[in-house]
């Protein structure tokens, strides 16, 4: 498992927000993924993401990273932020928005 | 093997003996589910926490047989 946490460890550090995601941003391969994408999209945010149905270690390895058993997982300077719903309730009260601001990460849509 | 929603019900009335579940059958499938729970445990938690504790109640069942649960988790002053 460590060779996945380095791999993992190694794309949240050489990239400001990654999302672990099932599919790709052109196609998300469910609609938990979907919603992510579709908020980072409508920031107008650049992001990482990984498709973990390409690698189950991956699949597997970002569960056991963060000890948090579904996908996806979107992470911000390397912190977790939190699945599809936490996601989507930050978004919606703005606070996603104040976390990426505080980060210094620039949105073109302001809240 | 999905879980039915009673079963989903009695490990979060487990949990949280005081919560008040609220749970939708999103797609009328028994498996995927809305659930929005209340309960006072989650005071002065973090939504990653919260939903931890969740998760923690549904003993290795998120993600697996539960694979399709959107979750809201609030105290009941919210």
């Given at each position: 498992m460590s060779e996945v946490f380095d791999k993992i460890r190694n794309d949240l550090a050489s990239h400001d927000i990654v999302l672990y995601m099932k599919g790709n941003d052109k196609f998300p391969m469910c609609g938990f993924s979907a919603t992510v994408v579709?908020?980072?999209?409508?920031l107008k945010v650049e992001f990482k993401f990984v498709d973990v149905l390409q690698d189950m270690e991956i699949r597997e390895g970002i569960k056991a990273f963060t000890n948090w058993?579904?996908?996806?997982?979107?992470?911000?300077?390397?912190?977790?932020?939190?699945?599809?719903?936490?996601?989507?309730?930050?978004?919606?009260?703005?606070?996603?928005?104040?976390?990426?601001?505080?980060?210094?990460?620039?949105?073109?849509?302001?809240? | 093997m999905a879980m039915s929603q009673d079963q989903l019900k009695i490990y979060l009335l487990k949990a949280f003996p005081d919560a008040v579940i609220d749970i939708?059958?999103?797609?009328?499938?028994?498996?995927?589910?809305?659930?929005?729970?209340?309960?006072?445990?989650?005071?002065?938690?973090?939504?990653?926490?919260?939903h931890k504790m969740v998760f923690d109640a549904l003993e290795g069942h998120m993600?697996?047989?539960?694979?399709?649960?959107?979750?809201?988790t609030q105290t009941p002053k919210e």
């Open positions: 579709q908020i980072l999209k409508t058993p579904t996908i996806p997982q979107l992470y911000v300077k390397g912190e977790f932020v939190g699945g599809c719903d936490i996601v989507r309730e930050m978004y919606q009260m703005g606070e996603l928005q104040d976390l990426l601001a505080e980060k210094g990460i620039s949105t073109s849509v302001s809240s | 939708k059958d999103l797609a009328g499938d028994n498996d995927h589910f809305a659930a929005t729970v209340t309960s006072s445990a989650f005071h002065g938690k973090s939504r990653i926490q919260q993600g697996t047989r539960l694979h399709a649960l959107s979750l809201k």
